[in-house]
């Protein structure tokens, strides 16, 4: 079992950035591979950034060189680094957690761009 927390979320003017962390325990956090999703106002549930247990990372298109994910394996935690936001990044933001067929989320945290 693996419980997942965020943080970092809030209000944030169009340009501005923030930083989301997710912070886990429950298991060997450095065996996982993590992903931020995102899940805008009618929207469906979208993967937005994933690293591996190696570090590689990959990301969604619409955020690409704006968005940095990272993960800190003595501190059981992930990041992501978004810069330049957009309205519509305007979001609730998962933290996930997959190995073999075990699939865990967190409970998300908001993110509003708005002026």
């Known amino acids: 079992q693996v419980q997942l927390v965020e943080s970092g979320g809030g209000l944030v003017q169009p340009g501005g950035s923030l930083r989301l962390s997710c912070a886990a325990s429950?298991?060997?956090?450095?065996?996982?591979?993590m992903g931020w999703y995102r899940q805008g106002p009618g929207k469906q549930r979208e993967l937005v950034a994933s690293?591996?247990?190696?570090?590689?990372?990959s990301y969604a298109d619409s955020v690409k060189g704006r968005f940095t994910i990272s993960r800190d394996n003595a501190k059981n935690t992930m990041y992501l680094q978004m810069n330049s936001l957009k309205p519509e990044d305007t979001a609730v933001y998962y933290c996930?957690?997959?190995?073999?067929?075990?699939?865990?989320w967190g409970q998300g945290t908001q993110v509003t761009v708005s002026s």
């Open positions: 690293i591996t247990t190696g570090g590689d990372t």
């Open positions: 429950g298991s060997i956090f450095s065996i996982y591979k």
């Open positions: 996930n957690a997959r190995l073999s067929i075990h699939n865990y």
